[in-house]
């Protein structure tokens, strides 16, 4: 994975950092949000891993609802565990954390159009 300078990419440990600086260091040339600097691979040490790398791009929440309606859609398979049901309420639960809503009505819409995914794939 090759760091950009302004994208959010999430961390070994979960956490969401912003590259917000890179600089003419040619061993850690990119600085997130969290105060550590990073090498163009996303690592915070060149020889280990650690809980602040960079593992991921910060996922896209219309990505996210593709995902959800693409695996949605999918038959089910009345022999096993309904993990389409899982995948979606996980996804969803993941959005309503991440965009931290203090809203009861936006997260109420959430729990519905979770509902109504579950039913649909069902």
């Given amino acids: 994975m090759d760091i950009e300078l302004g994208k959010t990419y999430v961390t070994r440990s979960g956490v969401h950092v912003r590259i917000i600086a890179e600089d003419a260091d040619s061993t850690f040339p990119y600085s997130g949000d969290n105060h550590e600097t990073y090498t163009a691979a996303g690592t915070v040490w060149s020889n280990a891993d650690d809980d602040n790398d960079l593992i991921a791009p910060e996922p896209n929440p219309q990505a ?4 959800i309606f693409k695996e ?3 038959p089910a398979d009345a022999d096993k565990h309904d993990y389409r049901r899982d ?10 954390r991440k965009e931290g809503y203090a809203n009861g009505d936006e997260a109420r819409r959430t729990v519905a159009l979770r509902d109504e995914l579950v039913r649909g794939a069902a």
């Fill in 64 to 67: 996210i609802a593709d995902a």
């Fill in 72 to 74: 949605a859609a999918k």
């Fill in 87 to 96: 995948f979606i309420e996980n996804l969803l639960l993941d959005m309503v």
